[in-house]
């Protein structure tokens, strides 16, 4: 069996450049000046030799290896001889550039193309260095022998030493008894040792024999044979085996195999051992071209030992493929299909995927230049865990025309759509929609003024299986608009701080006449969650199943400070809310005897609640924002988000808390704290806790420690989420854990790999940034 190591650790093929650097000595010699001036004193400590250095972040130097440049020779005694040999002894220097190369004695034969040097043998260039006991080199047929050798790569500071090296032709070379880590001289916290490292740098890789794996001195684990790139190409073979645990599924062992099939595409096949259910099997394939970017993944569990409802064949699979031609064209498939709607729930890794409920389905295409749109979509999205279907769109095909500030100033745009509504227990549709647009904007240096009117006209052809819908209805109904908005500024100064104020006024008016739209069924439409841009929307509502009647008046203010050195934005305070002159009878219930939605009746209120949207930087490690929606005549606040934040030198700490009533149904109370705290230079420790407050119960909670040595980094983390099993009903089904559990260990041998389950905890932690990513 053979591991591939996929983090290129030998692509300056040093020993190659090695023979070049001496190559061209043997052009030069006889006419090189040798002089024994100047003599460079050699430390008798040879680990000082070697950088004393952590691995860090992969160096982006472009230093090369000189082999054109002028060569200089040192030593204290030189003799040719009649045969044409030259002998160099004591304290000898070969420089050429950045490259140097000491020894004690030398011997070099350039007629029959040997060099063969002794005692202190020392070489070094702006990618490796290298000592040794004894050198041997053939340069006619390109070969030679390095005896008890230690070398070290300065990108990335992996080094290691081999009893003899042997350079076998141009593109073979072979170590015996080699040991190779990222740790400084003197400090191997891990060690890889291997009795014969095989090199072809004409394939671009190397194999090794009987590896054992030393965390500090102590064997840890065995690999009958390791397969590692040496240049910059990919290639097959086995990745690293991860380890993790679960309460849902046990202890989990995978095993991937690579397989590089191609420079543009590549896959990855695994066995995942779940100890609780069976072997997972699962694939990854991936292609690049000039236009397109395609993934496909599906994994398979052929007889799970803990399936519910006789379920036992498992499977998830999806196809996510881009495409793009020039500037205009652009493409999109993306498909997803599950086994059963507890797929999730038993296989996810967190609170998201652990609950997902949705899955996409969906294929389109675009086309877009300066004065043309167009776009067509097929969907069939598939809803987990309840008995609704979405509705399916077969096509839907839209194409706009657009001309900004064609005729003296004038913009002129018309949108065109025609969608299908697919469903198999419900209304269909074929809706077609025909949109004119005018807006003649007006502009000047501290604000604008833009008019705006449509002509919405839409034509529906519906079947209804209950018969209560018309079959043919058509809608036709202005949208006319004026946004407006002004920016005025001043110097000011707040506690000796010099600083910018804006004060941006927005009043933003809509009209729209109320039309009956009741007989319309909901194919696409829903309410718009609200906030500050809710209040200069045109429609209400998302879709076009309805088009919200509106006689109102939005008014918002916004006050930004900018410090006047830096420009850097400091606070920002918006306050906003709309006034409507006239009632809102439209609303999303359909019609009498069609029990769809509930009939909210005629909204009479005369102004929406009062938002105020806040964002606060306090002095530079501190931020503050947030957005709160209350209702003045309840007294209430209906809707909130707040949070606070601190970073600061590889430490960040989050406060968040969200609340929404939701119109009467049982509010939803979040609270979160999460934090990445490093404690010193090498452990930091990471956190979340998410509750819901209403229903007193933890969503998602996680604690652990990243550390980090020298050379080697380990990440922990102990993970427990909410994870309801839910039936094709939604009703959480009888039996089964309200929690999962789980245990994620990651060990980074600097420069070399990661092993274990890694977690992406940039989207657990806001602001968290990852220090093991460059390893």
Not at 405 to 414: K, R
Not at 472 to 490: A, K, N, Q, W, Y
Request: aromatic share 12%.
């Amino acid at each position: 069996m053979q591991f591939i190591l996929m983090k290129n650790i030998g692509n300056q093929k040093p020993f190659l450049i090695l023979i070049s650097l001496i190559l061209s000595l043997t052009a030069s010699v006889a006419t090189s000046a040798v002089s024994a001036d100047d003599k460079t004193a050699v430390d008798d400590k040879i680990d000082d030799f070697f950088l004393r250095k952590c691995p860090g972040i992969i160096s982006t130097d472009s230093s090369i290896v000189e082999t054109d440049s002028e060569v200089d020779i040192k030593a204290d005694d030189t003799v040719i001889s009649k045969e044409g040999k030259v002998s160099f002894k004591g304290n000898i220097q070969l420089m050429q550039g950045s490259n140097n190369l000491t020894a004690d004695l030398a011997e070099l034969d350039a007629e029959g193309g040997q060099l063969t040097a002794s005692g202190n043998i020392r070489y070094q260039d702006p990618q490796i260095r290298l000592t040794s006991d004894d050198i041997q080199l053939d340069f006619k047929q390109q070969t030679g022998r390095i005896k008890n050798t230690k070398f070290q790569l300065i990108k990335g500071s992996m080094r290691g030493e081999a009893s003899l090296i042997q350079i076998q032709n141009k593109n073979a070379i072979k170590l015996t008894d080699v040991g190779i880590t990222s740790c400084p001289p003197g400090k191997e916290s891990w060690l890889f040792e291997t009795s014969q490292i095989s090199i072809d740098t004409d394939k671009g890789r190397g194999v090794a024999q009987d590896v054992l794996l030393k965390i500090n001195d102590v064997p840890v684990f065995y690999f009958p044979t390791i397969s590692f790139p040496v240049d910059d190409k990919r290639h097959s073979g086995f990745l690293y085996p991860s380890l993790g645990t679960s309460s849902r599924n046990g202890i989990a062992v995978s095993a991937p195999w690579y397989w590089n099939i191609a420079p543009d595409k590549d896959a990855t096949f695994s066995a995942r051992y779940l100890s609780l259910r069976g072997t997972m099997l699962s694939t990854e394939y991936r292609q690049l071209t000039e236009n397109s970017e395609t993934e496909f993944f599906a994994e398979y569990l052929g007889n799970d030992k803990r399936a519910l409802d006789g379920v036992d064949e498992r499977y998830f699979y999806k196809l996510d493929s881009d495409y793009s031609s020039g500037e205009n064209w652009r493409g999109n498939i993306d498909y997803s299909s599950v086994s059963d709607d507890g797929y999730f729930y038993d296989f996810g890794a967190n609170y998201t995927s652990g609950n997902r409920n949705y899955l996409k389905r969906s294929g389109k295409i675009g086309f877009d230049d300066a004065h043309l749109s167009f776009s067509g979509l097929i969907s069939d999205d598939l809803l987990l865990s309840t008995p609704i279907d979405s509705y399916s769109r077969l096509p839907q095909l839209r194409l706009s025309f657009l001309y900004p500030e064609y005729l003296a100033g004038l913009t002129t745009n018309l949108h065109l759509e025609v969608t299908a509504f697919r469903h198999d227990s419900a209304v269909e549709a074929e809706r077609l929609m025909l949109i004119p647009e005018f807006e003649y904007p007006i502009t000047w240096s501290s604000g604008y003024i833009k008019p705006r009117l449509k002509w919405h006209h839409s034509q529906y052809s519906q079947d209804d299986p209950g018969g209560v819908l018309p079959e043919s209805i058509s809608r036709s109904l202005p949208i006319f608009s004026i946004d407006s908005g002004m920016v005025f500024e001043r110097n000011m100064e707040i506690s000796e701080e010099s600083f910018i104020q804006t004060l941006e006024p927005r009043l933003f008016y809509l009209y729209v006449p109320t039309h009956d739209q009741s007989d319309i069924a909901l194919f696409d439409t829903t309410d718009v969650n609200n906030g500050v841009d809710s209040l200069f929307r045109e429609n209400r509502y998302t879709g076009e199943d309805r088009i919200g009647d509106s006689n109102q008046v939005s008014l918002a203010i916004t006050s930004r400070f900018y410090e006047q050195n830096s420009g850097r934005e400091r606070m920002r305070l918006t306050i906003g809310r709309a006034y409507y002159l006239d009632d809102r009878e439209v609303n999303l219930a359909v019609s009498s005897g069609y029990p769809t939605m509930i009939n909210s009746g005629i909204d009479s209120s005369r102004r929406s609640e009062l938002i105020t949207n806040l964002q606060v930087g306090i002095y530079e490690r501190w931020q503050l924002e947030g957005e709160i929606e209350y209702d003045d005549r309840t007294h209430r606040t209906d809707k909130g988000v707040i949070g606070l934040q601190y970073k600061n030198n590889g430490r960040v700490f989050n406060m968040r808390h969200r609340y929404n009533r939701f119109s009467g149904i049982d509010a939803i109370e979040q609270a979160e704290v999460s934090f990445s705290w490093q404690a010193n230079a090498d452990l930091a420790f990471v956190a979340r806790w998410q509750q819901d407050i209403r229903n007193n119960r933890t969503i998602d909670s996680f604690a652990g420690l990243e550390y980090e040595s020298c050379c080697w980094a380990m990440r922990l983390v102990a993970r427990r989420y909410l994870n309801l099993r839910l039936d094709q009903f939604g009703s959480t089904v009888p039996g089964t854990d309200e929690y999962n559990t789980g245990i994620y260990l990651e060990f980074i041998l600097k420069g070399l790999t990661n092993i274990g389950n890694s977690l992406n905890l940039d989207r657990d932690i806001q602001g968290y940034e990852d220090r093991f990513k460059n390893y």
